[in-house]
């Protein structure tokens, strides 16, 4: 048995763009549905879903079974003792929201990697399939893909430190909470805000390392993928379902009045 190869990883460094789904249910019957879609990666949400360990592992295990799409998990915050947990789920892709400086960056490289590179603890689990994987201890640093959330003013000011930061492999830009930082809240769409996400997929990209950002407006999406975005979610399985049970209560009912999950589904863009 061998250690398995963090194919969304080698994607990203080969330029590769990757369209992926933001999975918020926290089951693995609606995950299974999504897996099945095809799509490249799916976000496992532990900051704004009712995800815990085991729903994760869950979903990791249903997701295993649909190659090549691949589980990218967020934490809820950047604790070396929760993403080591997550690590040993076997997460090879993780996603740690707010993060606003280099120092807080370099902090997360180190609580991703096995000493001397890191201060991960060291432990038989499922990541190493509980020892049946020899290899895993010295191949998994190599296998993480560390993902950040820039999405605050001081973050936007700190971004080419942040981006410079080695074992960072990408920066994704979080428009709900970037909004909120530069005085648009609920208005992500706003043109200071929107130029503010231009620029900062430039400057991520002129770093060397991969942008990304979730949006439901298609034409937006492939905007920012034309900007050199290459990891990029273009919808989230709650509102897909929103929508969804609204325009058929709406075909027989008549006009569904705006439903206050929406406003709270929108909290994920952060």
Not at 26 to 50: K, R, V
Not at 79 to 84: R, S, T, V
Not at 142 to 159: H, I, W
Not at 165 to 179: C, H, K, M, N
């Amino acid at each position: 048995m061998q250690n398995p190869i963090n194919v969304f990883k080698s994607a990203l460094r080969n330029g590769q763009t990757q369209i992926g789904l933001w999975v918020s249910l926290a089951n693995p019957y609606s995950t299974e549905i999504c897996a099945g879609a095809g799509f490249d990666w799916l976000l496992l949400d532990g900051e704004h879903a009712p995800n815990d360990l085991r729903s994760l592992m869950s979903q990791l295990q249903t997701i295993a079974g649909y190659p090549p799409t691949h589980p990218v998990a967020r934490v809820p915050v950047g604790d070396a003792a929760l993403i080591k947990q997550y690590l040993d789920l076997g997460v090879q892709t993780l996603l740690v929201p707010m993060v606003d400086t280099p120092e807080q960056a370099r902090a997360l490289v180190q609580a991703c990697r096995y000493p001397p590179d890191g201060i991960r603890g060291m432990a038989g689990s499922r990541a190493s399939r509980w020892g049946r994987i020899p290899s895993y201890v010295h191949d998994a640093n190599a296998q993480v893909c560390l993902l950040v959330q820039a999405e605050s003013e001081l973050a936007l000011q700190n971004l080419e430190a942040i981006a410079a930061t080695e074992g960072i492999d990408g920066v994704f830009i979080g428009p709900a909470d970037l909004s909120a930082s530069l005085g648009h809240v609920g208005n992500p769409g706003h043109d200071m805000v929107q130029k503010a996400i231009e620029g900062a997929i430039k400057r991520i990209t002129q770093a060397g390392k991969a942008a990304g950002i979730l949006t439901t407006d298609n034409a937006l999406a492939k905007h920012y993928m034309s900007l050199g975005a290459t990891f990029v979610a273009v919808g989230l399985d709650t509102q897909l379902l929103v929508r969804g049970t609204n325009a058929l209560v709406s075909e027989f009912k008549g006009v569904v009045a705006a439903s206050p999950v929406v406003a709270t589904t929108d909290k994920t863009y952060g």
